[in-house]
């Protein structure tokens, strides 16, 4: 069953933060969603443009960084980018959804219905894929222009731009934006968004959001983690054929040096240091049950709900090594 799309609008949670330093646009809620899907990418002066299956994303050129997304302006109808184009200046953005052609105007911050894409001049131009690029770490690149992971998992390139100042700018469909330098055709990742769109869980960290909800029929799955005031996202993810790579995620909880994780099977131990699971708990382990609801720690004890009753179990405060007695 398909489940609407859950994202996440921050607009009116965020902004008492003094020390907040999003731009967030005159009518503009910053809503952030699986960005991965890119069928079209533009250049401008000053941000190349990625239009996705959930709304248009920014990367800043010179200062080699995210901007924040424009997503939830006004006027924009239709989330699933079919095709994006970009005035050289920045000032007009136009995109075709699937519910027509809107142009962005700098100058009123709004989307305004307009009839055809315009016959206008651009920056860069688009390519082809090359026979050879150098993928990243944990990929292999097909000449058919598609990037496979060490798990058979297939990528494929959606749109390359060469923006004339040595710079590749690439979309895919599933794995998100990529970087290039078209002398040495070596791919950088430009991770951004959420790792699945379903968020039914947040858990906030020394200002670190850590993210999960229903896998559905996501590629990736696993948790989001968001550092909101730098516009960073970064991604644990279950890989395919781990024991846990389809599990629901339920609930987060946090103590002094781990973060624990409520999903249908079992309660996942992650390291904060290194962010690498480093434990895992099941029903053999003295739960419950094996679908855990729920996660709470407070000291050395760890509360885990489940359909079948509350377990308790002792912790070590500086690991994620548990008691053999079990409460």
């Excluded at 050129?61 to 989330?79: A, D, H």
């Amino acid at each position: 069953m398909n489940k609407p799309l859950i994202i996440i609008s921050l607009l009116a949670v965020l902004l008492p933060f003094s020390s907040c330093a999003l731009e967030i646009l005159p009518g503009q809620t910053l809503n952030y969603s699986d960005f991965s899907y890119i069928s079209s990418v533009a250049v401008g002066y000053e941000y190349v443009y990625f239009g996705t299956t959930r709304g248009v994303i920014r990367y800043d050129i010179s200062n080699r960084r995210w901007g924040e997304p424009m997503t939830g302006l006004r006027g924009l109808l239709g989330k699933q980018i079919e095709e994006l184009k970009v005035s050289t200046d920045d000032e007009h953005i136009w995109a075709k959804t699937d519910q027509g052609v809107f142009e962005y105007t700098d100058l009123f911050r709004d989307w305004n219905s307009v009839g055809t894409m315009p016959d206008e001049p651009t920056n860069g131009r688009h390519l082809q894929p090359a026979p050879v690029y150098f993928p990243p770490i944990g990929f292999n690149y097909m000449p058919d222009g598609t990037l496979v992971d060490n798990n058979g998992r297939r990528f494929p390139l959606t749109d390359i731009v060469d923006d004339g100042w040595s710079n590749l700018w690439i979309g895919t469909w599933g794995l998100g934006a990529l970087h290039a330098d078209n002398t040495n055709l070596r791919m950088e990742p430009l991770q951004y968004g959420l790792l699945q769109e379903d968020i039914s869980t947040i858990c906030l960290d020394n200002g670190i959001l850590w993210m999960g909800g229903q896998a559905d029929n996501s590629l990736r799955t696993g948790i989001t983690l968001f550092d909101w005031r730098r516009n960073i996202f970064d991604y644990i993810e279950t890989e395919a054929g781990f024991t846990l790579k389809t599990d629901n995620i339920n609930d987060i909880s946090v103590d002094p040096a781990n973060i624990f994780v409520a999903t249908d099977n079992g309660v996942w131990a992650i390291d904060k240091g290194n962010r690498t699971i480093n434990n895992k708990l099941f029903r053999n382990s003295g739960l419950p049950d094996n679908k855990v609801l729920a996660v709470l720690t407070s000291g050395d004890t760890l509360f885990v709900g489940s359909e079948f009753g509350l377990g308790l179990l002792s912790i070590s405060l500086d690991s994620a090594a548990f008691s053999p007695n079990y409460f």
